[in-house]
């Protein structure tokens, strides 16, 4: 077995940082099985130096190697691409094509930016890493091959998982082994080593001197966040070594190379949504038509009040819960003044109930049957829904979700008796 100095000089892999160390001492551990690596690491980390270590070091060097870039390839094609197709599979198969995984039968795969396959690609592979077994597209025919997969992401699979974009699994079949390589940043011995290796690798390949950095310079580039890890690195070293006609670089000529990120001082950020937010504009109607109808309807509750009592007063003493809720601090001072003025609340105080003919009180009352007018079938269903999401949202706790419906927990209650919920 190889040692892990002789597979950096080898591969040409720069740095001595002891977590990558660690991922090619797994790479050299796991390469004469044919276990399914995960490679993960952000992008630009230098993800595909370790499918060529465990290829180069397996019983399959012989074989073929292909590396596939996932996310390049049109999600209408890929299927085509990865298992082949018939001739006449669909529009412009004019004869019959080979794919990747019966090509590379005996070598080695390697899956670049795997976690952009679409979920019907995603059942296809799941069954090549079971049983070997694949369908070419617009065949019926089974087909066998025997290849050895490894994988590569910067996606958070765990998260891509509790969105469903990947297949819970898919990932732990791929991820029999997971391999991590760090980013740039954490490698800050390893920073000024690759630019020295970089400058003078750039150096011979344009014929010119290789660029050198003071030490405020070597301090800024210890200090930047390098998002863009090795291949952002390589291409400032690029940059310097082509533009700058002084070879050597200070602080403040190397700023000019290293776009502004920002501060790099820690901040809280706050992922998790608030169990009251909305995913959706049609949430939000439903929430707005239903607040204006809980608004509605206490309006007719308080107009009731009105009159039965006949006493403006004293229906804003016992309802000044209600009136807040409706009006909020923004009904003027003579609030009073306006409600005694309004002609549908001008009831004799003092009408006996012998004085008043049948026929005249029907006729002033006839608008309280309109008062009860059911609303439609239609929201009614959104009404329904609506309690049954903050239910859920809420674990079946009554008080939280009138809370969050703006709604007392009485009236909830009953609407759930309503509806049978």
């Avoid at 950096?8 to 002891?18: E, L, S, T, V």
């Avoid at 009006?327 to 003027?332: A, E, F, I, N």
Wanted: net charge negative; glycine share 6%.
């Amino acid at each position: 077995m190889e040692s892990v100095q002789a597979i950096k000089q080898r591969f040409g892999i720069i740095g001595n940082d002891p977590k990558l160390n660690r991922a090619i001492e797994k790479a050299i551990q796991v390469a004469p099985t044919d276990i399914s690596v995960l490679v993960t690491g952000e992008s630009g980390v230098g993800k595909e130096s370790i499918p060529k270590i465990i290829h180069q070091l397996s019983h399959r060097k012989h074989g073929k190697y292909i590396a596939v870039n996932c996310g390049a390839i049109p999600e209408g094609t890929i299927d085509s691409e990865l298992f082949g197709h018939e001739k006449g599979a669909f529009t412009g198969a004019t004869q019959t094509r080979s794919g990747y995984f019966e090509v590379a039968d005996g070598g080695t795969i390697f899956l670049d930016e795997v976690g952009e396959l679409p979920l019907t690609t995603q059942v296809r592979l799941l069954r090549v890493l079971e049983n070997g077994e694949f369908i070419k597209v617009g065949s019926s025919k089974v087909q066998k091959t025997n290849v050895r997969i490894v994988a590569a992401t910067n996606v958070n699979m765990f998260e891509a998982i509790k969105k469903e974009k990947f297949r819970e699994d898919l990932y732990y079949r791929l991820s029999t082994v997971e391999i991590n390589l760090p980013a740039l940043r954490e490698r800050k011995e390893d920073i000024h080593l690759l630019f020295r290796k970089f400058a003078s690798d750039f150096a011979l390949k344009y014929k010119m001197p290789t660029v050198k950095l003071t030490d405020d310079a070597v301090n800024s580039l210890l200090k930047y966040r390098w998002n863009g890890n090795i291949r952002q690195l390589r291409n400032v070293a690029e940059q310097v070594s082509v533009l700058e006609h002084n070879r050597t670089i200070n602080a403040v000529t190397l700023q000019h190379y290293l776009p502004n990120t920002g501060s790099n001082l820690p901040a809280v950020v706050n992922n998790s949504k608030s169990e009251s937010d909305f995913s959706s504009e049609r949430e939000i109607l439903y929430k707005v038509l239903f607040d204006m109808k809980s608004d509605l309807n206490d309006l007719k509750k308080l107009t009731m009040e009105l009159m039965k009592n006949g006493s403006a007063k004293d229906v804003q003493k016992d309802n000044e819960h209600l009136i807040q809720k409706i009006y909020g601090d923004d009904k003027d001072d003579d609030f009073d003044a306006t409600i005694e003025d309004l002609d549908v609340l001008s009831i004799p105080e003092h009408i006996e109930a012998d004085e008043q003919s049948p026929s005249e009180t029907e006729d002033k009352y006839h608008f309280a049957e309109e008062i009860e007018e059911e609303e439609t079938l239609s929201l009614q269903d959104k009404e329904l829904e609506l309690i049954k999401k903050s239910l859920e949202r809420h674990n079946g706790k009554r008080k939280l979700a009138a809370a969050e419906l703006g709604i007392s927990e009485r009236t909830l209650y009953r609407k759930i008796k309503q509806y049978d919920l």
